[in-house]
């Protein structure tokens, strides 16, 4: 009972801050501009909608697999390497958070346009006579989403790999395992759970990214959160921004919710 009492501010807090809104985009969603379930079947009818929906989970798988995949060695160079190394990937995973996602967006765009510096340089040194389209399409999108979201999937990485029993490997390499045996068939899949968690962790985050697709897709690459905006301030549907925001909520507890039970069944 003490301990309820103790997380009942918080738990007051989060009802406020979450569940109120929350509540007043499921109501607006049946009942703008007149009660029904007219914006949910509009939504779901859409081939505009269906465009944007595929296109959102194919960005977001793809930053999803190279986010994990680049962060995995970046976490075991911040734990396994020599001190100088630890401390420059530490500034590489903690520097990022010191700045705004604006201001990364923007630092993308400056290096990716046409005009941008890898263009200016690739053109000054004869590799290419035309600039390479980067941005306004789905690659600036992915490259600024994955910049900003690598820091993420490296803190499950560095739990799970902290949690490795060193007399695993000091035995597998004792029986004569080569380092690239011990690495794929007994340190990776002992490091499941936490590709899993930077999976799922920057997998959801990705889903509601509006600045860095809107900055570096430039209205060409238009994802889901992007839709929505338009939806409420540009096209004004209030109800149909309102159900897609309920879809896409609805949608993420799902994959949750499927995700976590599969975990559980898969680790007992």
């Known amino acids: 009972m003490s301990r309820l009492l103790l997380l009942s501010p918080l738990l007051l807090f989060l009802g406020l801050a ?9 109501l607006q969603s049946v009942t703008t501009p007149e009660p029904g379930l007219q914006n949910y079947s509009a939504a779901l009818g859409d ?21 994990v995949v ?6 075991l160079l911040w734990l396994k390497g020599n001190t100088a190394t630890r401390v420059l990937v530490e500034l590489a995973i903690m520097i990022p958070f010191w700045l705004s996602v604006l201001s990364r967006a923007f630092g993308w765009l400056s290096l990716l346009s046409n005009r941008g510096l890898i263009n200016s340089w690739l053109q000054s040194l004869g590799i290419i006579a035309e600039p ?3 941005v306004r399409n789905e690659f600036g999108v992915v ?3 994955m910049h900003f979201l690598i820091p993420f999937a490296v803190f499950p990485l560095a739990s799970a790999m902290r949690s490795v029993d060193d007399r695993v490997i000091l035995a597998a390499r004792g ?18 759970s936490g590709i899993v968690g930077a999976a799922l962790l920057v997998f959801v985050f990705s889903l509601g990214f509006y600045i860095v697709p809107t900055l570096l897709g430039g ?3 238009v994802m889901i959160a992007e839709l929505i905006y338009l939806r409420i301030f540009q096209i004004p549907n209030w109800g149909l921004a309102a159900a897609l925001s309920a879809l896409l909520m609805v949608s993420i507890g799902a994959f949750l919710v499927a995700l976590i039970k599969r975990a559980g069944v898969s680790t007992t």
């Open 70 to 75: 680049l962060a995995y060695p970046l976490t």
């Open 143 to 145: 490259i600024g989403m």
């Open 175 to 192: 029986m004569g395992a080569s380092r690239m045996r011990i690495f794929w068939q007994i340190f990776v899949p002992m490091t499941k």
């Open 219 to 221: 209205g060409r690459s």
């Open 47 to 67: 081939p505009l909608v269906w465009s944007v929906i595929w296109r959102t989970l194919r960005v977001c798988l793809c930053v999803t697999v190279l986010a």
């Open 18 to 26: 979450y569940l109120l809104p929350l509540s007043g985009v499921m």
């Open 132 to 134: 390479l389209t980067m």
